[in-house]
């Protein structure tokens, strides 16, 4: 799509059916390279298979500087034997419309990775102002390792994804880890929910992934104790009282956020609306766990530091990077730590990690003060 347009995804949930190379399903990620420099637009595809070859599906875009402007598109087309192309149909939604907007459309053909569960579009756009071509670049979670362990031992759960994310809960209050691989020692049948981060939209669906778990956990070989030699009898001594915090004692802590050495930690799972300095829910467990660690070492100082992608203007990267610095120390003091103890930093887009375009370099990361 071109200029302030998106693509809208409504809220129609399509099942996909099991086959195993059916592309049915829902494909989050990204459209750009449509000649309009630094512009991208965030994209989700829910598609559907329909009789012999056909597919259908809704196309959702939103601008990636605006997320208010979105589209909403049907699309139509046919498998093929690299992967799909598609129609655009009925336009079904659009917000954030202004005279002189307009949505391109067209067709797109993609290109399917399998083992990368990706797919790569190449899109043609009816003539409309300055409509030309666009590129796709999209992927789904699918489970990749098996889907039935055994009961009590570690398992490597791998899936297909970007920067993906694991949570506990549907709410995604609860999470887990983050990347394609998670190792769990499970000991009932589990379902995991999973978000990637790559590009997230309103739209972002989160994907469960239930994993079956046979037989039980196996029991503990205990060594046999050693004779022990004769004692002479003494006098019976009452036990002291078990103290209070005996039973807490015995839940494993989360691992610390601060490690001992100084070098910058990034916080994977602090995540902010597109293009705003808004932290997502799944932001607060750790920015909890973080004010506790801060309050139990009362002695340190913390800098936060906010990092941006290069997209968009430089100035507008740099402002949005000290904003989100400023909206996690903001978060931080209302649970109870000192202001004063916390600085912040925003270095734009001048210190990205991957090459961009990645959402990975939006980032925050923190590190402790000398």
């Known amino acids: 799509m071109k200029r302030s347009f998106w693509c809208g995804i409504g809220a129609l949930l399509l099942a996909a059916p099991a086959s195993a190379q059916s592309l049915a399903g829902i ?8 000649g309009q420099p630094g512009a991208y637009w965030p994209t989700v595809l829910r598609l559907q298979k329909s009789k012999g070859t056909s597919v259908f599906g809704i ?5 990636g500087t605006n997320p208010g402007i979105t589209v909403t598109f049907q699309m139509q087309g046919t498998r093929t034997a690299a992967g ?3 129609e655009h149909g009925e336009k079904l939604n659009e917000t954030g419309w202004t005279p002189g907007n307009y949505w391109c459309d067209g067709s797109i053909t993609f290109t399917y990775d399998p083992a990368l569960e990706k797919l790569t579009g190449h899109a043609t756009y009816r003539p409309q102002g300055d409509c030309t071509v666009g590129t796709i670049t999209l992927y789904r979670i699918k489970l990749k390792s098996a889907a039935t ?5 570690e398992s490597a759960l791998r899936v297909s994804g970007r920067n993906v994310l694991w ?16 190792r769990a020692k499970l000991s009932k049948t589990t379902t995991f929910y999973l978000q990637q981060s790559y590009y997230p939209t309103k739209e972002s669906p989160v994907v469960p992934i239930t994993i079956q778990v046979t037989g039980t956990p196996p029991k503990a070989r205990l060594p046999k104790p050693a004779p022990k030699p004769p004692v002479a009898p003494t006098p019976p001594v009452e036990p002291a009282p078990a103290p209070a915090d005996t ?7 989360p691992a610390p956020i601060l490690p001992a050495t100084p070098a910058p930690v990034v916080l994977p799972t602090v995540l902010f609306k597109v293009g705003k300095p808004e932290l997502l829910p799944s932001s607060s467990p750790v920015l909890n766990q973080l004010a506790a660690e801060l309050k139990a070492r009362p002695e340190l100082r913390l800098r936060i530091a906010g990092h941006a992608d290069k997209i968009g203007e430089p100035d507008k990267n740099q402002a949005l990077s000290e904003q989100r610095a400023g909206a996690v120390k903001d978060f931080l003091v209302k649970a109870g730590v000192a202001a004063e103890r916390l600085n912040t930093v925003g270095y734009g887009d001048t210190r990205p990690r991957y090459p ?5 370099n939006r980032r925050v990361e923190v590190e402790e003060l000398k």
């Open 59 to 63: 196309l959702y875009e939103e601008v």
């Open 149 to 153: 362990v055994p009961a009590g031992v």
């Open 356 to 360: 961009s375009p990645d959402v990975r």
């Open 247 to 253: 039973v807490a004692a015995a839940v494993p802590a």
């Open 167 to 182: 949570f506990a809960d549907a709410e995604l209050k609860q999470p887990l880890a983050a990347g394609n691989l998670y």
């Open 27 to 34: 494909w989050q990620g990204v459209e750009n390279d449509t």
């Open 84 to 86: 799909l192309r598609l």
